[in-house]
């Protein structure tokens, strides 16, 4: 079980589902400096997003939500999402997307870097 879920927390190759890409959408709409949107999904089902610049740094506010919901969970509400119940994370890129090694970089900065395993 703990080789499945240390699966799902790496930040390669995650796409966006449909419930999500509206939201991406939209968030990328608003920042017209995004050249990409951060998705962070919580193990409660919530999800925290924002756009991102050329240069790693934000361009929108964090927007925090929940599928089929009006508001994001109580736990949500009080710890803002905490880093410790993230289950995945990674960068959605608009088109045309950066290079390998610019991806490489704005990911680091923004998700963090994770260790090496032997």
């Given at each position: 079980?703990?080789?499945?879920?240390?699966?799902?927390?790496?930040?390669?190759?995650?796409?966006?589902?449909?419930?999500?890409?509206?939201?991406?959408?939209?968030?990328?709409?608003?920042?017209?400096?995004?050249?990409?949107?951060?998705?962070?999904?919580?193990?409660?089902?919530?999800?925290?997003?924002?756009?991102i610049?050329?240069?790693?740094?934000?361009?929108?506010?964090?927007i925090?939500?929940?599928?089929?919901?009006?508001?994001?969970?109580?736990?949500?509400?009080?710890?803002?999402?905490?880093?410790?119940?993230?289950?995945?994370?990674?960068?959605?890129?608009?088109?045309?997307?950066?290079?390998?090694?610019?991806?490489?970089?704005?990911?680091?900065?923004?998700?963090?870097?994770?260790?090496?395993?032997?």
């Amino acid at each position: 079980m703990a080789k499945k879920s240390s699966k799902k927390i790496k930040q390669t190759a995650l796409v966006a589902e449909k419930n999500e890409e509206a939201m991406i959408e939209g968030i990328l709409e608003g920042s017209p400096d995004g050249i990409g949107v951060v998705v962070v999904r919580l193990d409660c089902g919530c999800r925290k997003m924002a756009a991102i610049a050329k240069d790693g740094e934000p361009a929108s506010k964090v927007i925090m939500y929940r599928d089929q919901a009006e508001s994001i969970c109580p736990k949500c509400k009080e710890d803002n999402g905490d880093f410790m119940r993230v289950t995945e994370s990674f960068i959605h890129w608009t088109k045309p997307e950066p290079t390998e090694a610019e991806k490489e970089s704005i990911s680091a900065k923004v998700l963090g870097t994770m260790p090496a395993t032997h």
